[in-house]
């Protein structure tokens, strides 16, 4: 059991470029979402989905794409990087409704 | 939407003593509050939850309290030890199952 990856670990970018940040999980869990993390900032929910095929905005979704074709990934695509985009990216997995989320380990994104 | 409100944003404490991180939230309809440590370069992880039929929880030295009434929680680590040292994040479930994150609270215990 992976858990929830994440890939990849580190990415540097130029501002305008394009980039998916790529999570999986094998726990079948119906509920993921995308959280970025800045300092003093906390962690703030980008985007999430309730199940294959659906998908919805959270707090701060400007800027980002995302898809769920399959139960088990859950990409995040950032069409033109910014460097307001400069961040921590977490993605988390659950069941519905209610349980612990289980985070990724991390991917650590700058952007130039 | 939701909002989590959390405080201090730093704490420190001796050693042995007690630490106690408050939260506020707006969403008198969230009914889910889970507490997450994040040490220094790892992902957030779940110490304790509790749900709102509930009004205390306790695990070993970590407890967490709600009051539905004043819509605010608070976690409490007793006997403090060096390894509490990390950033803890309160959170709250909306009416629409998501998990919105306070803005976390940096935890250092001095020797």
């Known amino acids: 059991n992976a858990g929830v990856t994440q890939t990849p670990k580190f990415q540097v970018l130029k501002t305008g470029q394009s980039m998916t940040l790529q999570c999986a999980q094998d726990?079948?869990?119906?509920?993921m979402s995308w959280y970025r993390q800045d300092p003093g900032m906390g962690l703030r929910l980008i985007h999430y989905?309730?199940?294959?095929?659906?998908?919805d905005q959270g707090e701060v979704p400007n800027g980002y794409n995302v898809s769920r074709s399959t139960t088990e990934d859950f990409p995040l695509r950032l069409l033109s990087a910014a460097p307001s985009q400069t961040s921590v990216y977490f993605c988390?997995?659950?069941?519905?409704?209610?349980?612990?989320?289980?985070f990724g380990p991390g991917t650590r994104l700058t952007v130039l | 939407g939701e909002n989590v409100e959390q405080h201090p944003s730093t704490l420190s404490v001796q050693e042995g003593d007690s630490a106690v991180i408050k939260c506020t939230y707006s969403d008198s309809a969230s009914n889910y509050f889970p507490w997450y440590k994040q040490e220094l370069g790892k992902r957030p992880q779940l110490i304790i939850d509790?749900?709102?039929?509930?009004g205390e929880k306790k695990d070993q030295r970590i407890a967490v309290t709600l009051n539905k009434t004043a819509k605010h929680f608070s976690l409490h680590i007793t006997e403090t030890q060096p390894e509490d040292s990390a950033v803890y994040f309160c959170a709250a479930r909306t009416r629409d199952d998501k998990i919105i994150f306070g803005k976390g609270t940096r935890l250092h215990i001095l020797p």
């Open positions: 509790i749900r709102s039929n509930v």
């Open positions: 726990m079948n869990h119906e509920y």
């Open positions: 988390a997995s659950r069941r519905l409704p209610g349980a612990e989320s289980i």
């Open positions: 989905s309730v199940g294959a095929g659906i998908t």
